[in-house]
């Protein structure tokens, strides 16, 4: 599975588990994170359960850690952390 | 490698500690929820200096201050703490592991038997961590904030015996980063 999509299924799976829904119809990469229904422990679980099932957090080997504000960025430092599928 | 560093107020930090402070997101959760002024906190910082009982830092993640941590009655059975986070960056897990650290540094002092805090009902976030965790919530208390609001707030009492199985629910919501920042951080007191 590539890991967009990946992101999107996880990301579906905490929002149910903190009982959130989408604050907007469909996620953009233009989506402000903090904007997008999922809350700081939704979050959470969604980097959690990342890490359970790609085997790495990518925040873990960043030297200057650079945290995403919008959902393209999040995504984008999963898809360069994994590289190409 | 992330690292979590703990430092206490102080007039170097005032200007963000302020700024995130009086920020209507920061407020709205507060039961003093006036704007403050540099004046009224750089006397709260005197204030500070000279009780024991309570302490408030500025959380560093790496080089950057991203929230803030604070507790009051220090030395007493109960501790009551708090947080707020001020950065806009959405960091994975920080607001879980500054739990973590929050009842890790009130229950390394011998007499501190509760951490107590009071969350605003309306504080969805915080509400959803302590549930998700297994804190369980005490009766509402309605109070009056200082701008006249009447705001129902729920609190939540961690026993010392119950720390170990709350914070074994935490680690398990909490990325490796935070973990790895949780394993190592320090307060500079």
Redesign the interface.
Known sequence: MQVRALILEMFSEALEATDATLACPELSDDMVLLESGLDSLGFAILVARLEEELGFDPFVEMIDAVYPTTFGEFVRIYENRQGPN | ??SLRLVPFSEDNADFVLAWRNTPRVRENMIDDSVISMEEHLRFLETLAKDACRQYFVVY???DPVATLYFADLGQQEVTWGCY?G??????????VLFLVGAELAFARPQTKALCSEVAAYN??PQ??NR?IGLEAGEERVRTTRSGRTVEFVPYRLERSGWASVQARAL???????K?AYNDWKAEI
Do not use: C, N, R, Y
Request: charged share 10%.
């Open positions: 490698m992330p993640l790496d080089q986070i950065t806009e960056q959405m960091v994975p897990g920080l607001f879980v969805s976030a959803a961590l998700f398990k919501v909490t990325p490796g980063s935070m790895q």
